[in-house]
């Protein structure tokens, strides 16, 4: 967007699209980093500057295109420089005619396509084409949900995608989607596409809409890349567990909106107001993928020793001066402190609400076929405490969820389905999800095929610490990218388009030197690693060591997700990719929230309802 020369400062000019984007992939802190001496919206009024460079980054929409115009106009008498005197430049022809802008070199970005007509009123402008230094087309049928988590923003997919009435335009605007990440990227990828439905047709299709936006645009594209194209079947399980982590439960549990959203009374105030759950925010970022007990008692503490290092005395002029100065700053990590002490409590208070600290570990039986001693229930004894549970006082959400995740995990025969359905006490409406469930290829008289080391399951099991319920099960797509890093991807189940050539499978070879095995005593050994970091780092007021900087290899990696991921689904993938020291943007149609998930598979069918 900026593509200007280092140091060179710039106003950087966006509607109500744009704004969010940019708060979303950098804040105004970067930007005045990288020169940004200011941000303004287009609807806002605005001052002349001089010798500087204005950057428009705005939709190419008719109101804006007009805005746009509005700045630079050729002024032919007086009466036209009533509402802009302020900014005219005079050319000496009898003070009878002149130019009225904002500023004296311009650059155009524009979000899309920009329409023929409108182009065609951008260039009868003399006025702003004698400052123009370039335009250029920004193509994203996407939003950045955080810097490297691309959201297409299709929250009907599954639907659309599996469900009885089959939608081909979103397989194409999946497509398009793909290729405007991949051109940002800067790359033209080989892509690995799982070989079924709907994976090999969007495979297809962004074949022909790359080599058509090469040919149209001649974009540069720096490097090759790798795309792993998966859909929502490959692993059903994942959106359905209730996650342990920050970031996924209150992502789960609690309100939140895109782009982190979120709706919070402070104490004492009489007015909730909104704030935003980003990567901006330092608490958040620093914490969200930290067990929800150890957020707690480490926020608490850090917050402790924050509070009590502001209230030391101040007995000299410097220290007084000092203390001034930090005043804001002060403030400012003293409301991040209390909002997340706030969301944690909340999460925590969830938790205990809905009694999850009985649901979560019997979905970790149910999913792994291993209790947190380490031992193997039987089938009989599972589906006991399963119908145990669901006699209890719990949500209809929480039941469905518990009754999904045996059926996709476990072999569900006629007299389990009737015993848990009896047991829980479903409407008609979540018990029809479970006749839905066939039309995403789940058999639920059989057990759902997926990989797991069960030795590494024990294991991890036996080495439990402080009682701390965890999540034991690996996503299956966390495998698949896994396989794609070491090149051991399954020919039986991924093919390969490699620079639009067809598919073909004998490019994908079996790397035994860095199994999954291997990557996971990587993982094992990081952690060890990081402990040893943090016990000898020093602690930043948030309560934690500053993150070392990432080691990144090899070539960047799209991992785009059909039909949908959730948060603890991207956790899993972000800790393999710092495992690997890879590059990976992780891109989806939508994001899961709260009961979106089982909301999506109760509408593939709405007639079984009926």
Sequence with gaps: VISLPEGENFILILDDVTMALVNSVCGQFALFDRGCILMEHIRSKRDCVSNVTA????????????????DFKEIKSFIDA???IDRIIYCGMDDQSGESCLYDRVALRFKGDLADDLAKRILANKVLNNR??????IHMDYHVEEPNLAVTGIP??????????????????????????CVNLGIKPRVHYQSEYPCDAIADLFEDYMLQYIANYQP??????????????????VPLLHPINYQPMAMDLLAIGEGGEFEYRSEGASEPRKVLLNDHDTIWANYKYEHILNTRSLLSAAAKRFL???????????DISNLIKTLPENQRRKDLFALHLAVSGMCVEQFKNR????????????????????????????????????????????????VLIYA????LSATTRQTLLAASQLGAEYVSILDNLSMLGVRVESKMEQRMDRSDYQKAAKQLKDSLMTNRYTSQLRFALNDLFTNALSPARFQVYDSGTNAFQGVIGVDVSRSVRGNMRSARALKKSKAADAESAAVEWYGKPAKKPEVITGEPVICYVVGGTCFAEIESLNELAEVCGRNVTIATTNIFKQTEYVDSLRDLDLSVML
């Design 408 to 411: 996709i995990a476990q072999e």
């Design 355 to 402: 009694a999850l600290n009985k649901c979560i570990p019997l979905e970790q039986v149910v999913v792994t076929g291993f209790d947190e001693a380490a031992s193997s229930p039987s089938q009989e004894k599972i589906v006991k405490e399963l119908e145990e549970l669901l006699r209890q006082d719990l949500s209809q959400q929480d039941k469905i969820r518990l």
């Design 156 to 181: 009907t997919a599954l639907k659309e995608i599996w469900g009885r009435n089959r939608n081909h335009g979103v397989l194409e605007r999946i497509a398009h989607s793909m290729v405007d990440i």
């Design 132 to 137: 123009l230094l370039d335009t250029r087309l």
């Design 220 to 237: 540069v594209l720096r490097e090759k890349g790798q795309l792993l194209l998966v859909a929502r079947t490959f692993d059903p399980l």
């Design 82 to 84: 009533e509402s802009c």
């Design 55 to 70: 950057i428009y980054f705005v939709e190419p929409t008719e109101l804006n295109i007009g805005m746009i115009l509005e």
């Design 308 to 318: 009590e290092s502001t209230q030391e005395s101040k007995s000299t002029i410097q």
